[in-house]
């Protein structure tokens, strides 16, 4: 498993690298990526808020059901 190219993280998900966060899935309006969670990562969660000079704080459980509620394809899986 890898993280996307330069140019792919740019085109769907408005990232640069360096700032891969989990709040960029709401730029991929085509719905095209699937965000991947560790089953592990449980409570309050620090974040990029798109760009990596600061960080947001949330609760794993709301994140996830956001990204959700906003038909999201996520996966929790067990690494």
Known sequence: ????????LSRYL???KGAVTPLAI???ENKEV??????DIQGEIG????????SVFL????LKKLIIDEGYQL???EI
């Open 1 to 8: 498993m890898s993280f996307a190219s330069v140019d792919d």
């Open 47 to 54: 974040v990029h808020p798109m760009i990596n000079t600061c």
């Open 59 to 62: 609760d794993s459980y709301d």
């Open 26 to 28: 709401f730029n991929n």
């Open 34 to 39: 699937i965000i991947i969670f560790d089953n």
């Open 14 to 16: 408005g990232v640069s």
């Open 75 to 77: 996966m929790d899986i």
